[in-house]
């Protein structure tokens, strides 16, 4: 038994320790936020916040996060962060088609809470492993500017 905690809950998994923890989190749990589509860690759609850290969950094996912390959009959507970054973004229309958006705002999660004033240039870096298939990066990258300045003191 896998015991973790997903978006502020303790809870126990009976998947097999070398499942994918993107498989887990939506087969098991049904947290559909977390995106499958590359399957080698190349696009950022299944990103999730681990222990504090951005990671794609496609890489991680359930087994080694036994005590972790994990979170999700599910989980990062009812905190004050996500409601400055939830309207940064949609005032530069910075979502298109919507499939890399859960992973583009944990990775921004991520980025300002690191640097809760950070350089353009820090901002692209940080959303590197993040693919957008609508190539939205601009608007993304400016939504970020602006959610660190409106959100300043949350970061």
Not at 83 to 105: H, N, R, T, W
């Amino acid at each position: 038994m896998i015991k973790f905690m997903l978006n502020g809950k303790q809870v126990r998994s009976s998947a097999k320790e070398n499942e994918r923890l993107l498989d887990v989190l939506r087969n098991e749990f049904h947290i559909t936020g977390v995106k499958c589509s590359c399957k080698e860690g190349e696009c950022g759609a299944c990103s999730v916040i681990l222990d504090g850290r951005l990671v794609n969950s496609c890489l991680v094996a359930v087994g080694s996060i036994d005590g972790s912390n994990v979170m999700t959009i599910e989980g990062y959507r009812e905190t004050k962060q996500f409601e400055v970054l939830d309207k940064a973004y949609a005032s530069v229309s910075a979502v298109q088609c919507g499939f890399c958006i859960p992973g583009m705002v944990l990775a921004s999660e991520c980025i300002l809470s690191k640097n809760s004033n950070p350089t353009e240039a820090e901002i692209r870096e940080g959303i590197s492993g993040n693919l957008c298939r609508c190539t939205g990066y601009n608007a993304i990258v400016k939504a970020i500017g602006i959610a660190a300045k409106e959100g300043k003191g949350l970061w």
